[in-house]
């Protein structure tokens, strides 16, 4: 009868020795990168992925645009990946405007957009947020809410660009917002 009695108090000890918590796993850390994201690719894949704080953000590859182009003697880029699911982020954008064609295999810091025709060459990063109805925030990144975009293929004849960036970006109520790990693969207009 004794032996009897080892063999459940063996079994929930095997039980409470299993159920250890384990800070590493990402269950154990919610909103720290639980959601893999699409592997940064430079095949013009048409993916635009990235964290916000801690939170996988995959657009979809219909909700992706991206243009170069050259204008009035400056080179411009727009990479915009758009969610639908989200509750307050509607998109996120990566956009610059310069003399000289961004170059593979250089990463260009994302700061602040000058005024409208200014001539400035700039690289920034931008959210819009979402209001109740169809109005919206736009807000980017500035002189103290920096990132960085790294270029890792230009194709020009091919029209594939691919980058990896990273930026932090200051929303309307205060908080500061992290964009990490972010990727995308576009082929553009």
Not at 15 to 31: A, Q, R, S, V, Y
Request: proline share 4%; hydrophobic share 35%.
């Amino acid at each position: 009868m004794k032996k009897l009695l080892y063999i459940p108090l063996l079994i929930c000890s095997l039980l409470f020795i299993g159920c250890e918590k384990n800070d590493d796993l990402p269950e154990n850390n919610p909103g720290n990168y639980q959601t893999p994201l699409p592997a940064a690719t430079t095949t013009g894949a048409n993916i635009f992925a990235c964290y916000i704080n801690g939170k996988a953000y995959i657009a979809k590859k219909n909700a992706i645009t991206a243009y170069n182009q050259y204008y009035q003697g400056r080179y411009g880029i727009s990479i915009r990946g758009k969610w639908d699911e989200s509750e307050y982020i509607s998109r996120i954008d990566l956009e610059s405007s310069s003399v000289d064609e961004i170059q593979e295999g250089v990463t260009y810091q994302l700061g602040s957009v000058p005024p409208v025709l200014s001539g400035i060459d700039y690289y920034a990063g931008s959210i819009f947020f979402q209001n109740f109805g169809n109005s919206g925030t736009w807000i980017t990144t500035n002189e103290i809410q920096k990132g960085e975009l790294k270029i890792t293929k230009h194709a020009l004849f091919d029209r594939i660009l691919s980058a990896t960036f990273w930026f932090d970006i200051k929303q309307p109520d205060g908080k500061i917002i992290e964009i990490r790990d972010g990727r995308f693969d576009v082929t553009y207009n």
